[in-house]
T-cell receptor, first 109, second 115 residues
Framework: GQNIDQPTEMTATEGAIVQINCTYQ??????LFWYQQHAGEAPTFLSY??LDGLEEKGRFSSFLSRSKGYSYLLLKELQMKDSASYLC??????????WGAGTKLIIKP | DTEVTQTPKHLVMGMTNKKSLKCEQH?????MYWYKQKAKKPPELMFV???????INESVPSRFSPECPNSSLLNLHLHALQPEDSALYLC??????????????FGQGTRLTVV
């Protein structure tokens, strides 16, 4: 079956760095997405990885290892507004998005 | 314009009512999606339209009926819903369903409550 695993909840301190991991087993792979979702709002796109390596975008970076079925989202210089759920999603061989359950990130002052 | 607009933002309906959710995008995207999201769960795909044709129906009950009048609009017609259908309904669009770099843009969603 298809499976995406990520931690349910993480806590970090304002100004610090946090890494949210995602492991996946899917039928085919056509890219991995990270989305941010604040409570009661729609998901917003953060990053897309299809090749191995690190993609950096401001305070956010995303890493992919296809051989390990593994990705992480790295958030630096955490701000209170970064408190949200972070969803990992993989596009499978049918170009369908398979979603993880999301990681709720709590930022403390 | 990089927005997907959904109306209404909130909807309360009885189990015998008929209502419609609307979604609009003007990015020239050819793939549009309906998702259902329950609290603290990831979005669940319901329907995919590609080039205005229904390409995927994820075994959704017939009380949900999608419609794509043109390439910019996507509707979801609701009839005889159950209380367990209460959820956030998200519309999304992407450049092309078969395009590898298919970033999906989401609308703000319609919060549906069935009473």
């Amino acid at each position: 079956g298809q499976n995406i695993d990520q931690p349910t909840e993480m806590t970090a301190t304002e100004g610090a760095i946090v890494q949210i991991n995602c492991t996946y087993q899917t039928s085919g792979f056509n890219g991995l997405f990270w989305y941010q979702q604040h409570a009661g709002e729609a998901p917003t796109f953060l990053s897309y990885n299809v090749l191995d390596g690190l993609e950096e975008k401001g305070r956010f970076s995303s890493f992919l290892s296809r051989s390990k079925g593994y990705s992480y989202l790295l958030l630096k210089e955490l701000q209170m507004k970064d408190s949200a759920s972070y969803l990992c999603a993989v596009m499978d061989s049918n170009y369908q998005l398979i979603w993880g359950a999301g990681t709720k990130l709590i930022i403390k002052p | 314009d990089t927005e997907v607009t959904q109306t209404p933002k909130h909807l309360v309906m009885g189990m015998t009512n008929k209502k419609s959710l609307k979604c609009e995008q003007h990015m020239g995207h050819r793939a549009m999606y309906w998702y259902k999201q329950k609290a603290k769960k990831p979005p669940e795909l319901m329907f995919v339209y590609s080039y205005e044709k229904l390409s995927i129906n994820e075994s959704v009950p017939s009380r949900f009926s999608p419609e794509c009048p043109n390439s910019s609009l996507l509707n979801l017609h609701l009839h005889a819903l159950q209380p367990e259908d209460s959820a956030l309904y998200l519309c999304a669009s992407s450049q092309d369903e078969a395009d590898r770099n298919t970033e999906a843009f989401f609308g703000q969603g319609t919060r549906l409550t069935v009473v």
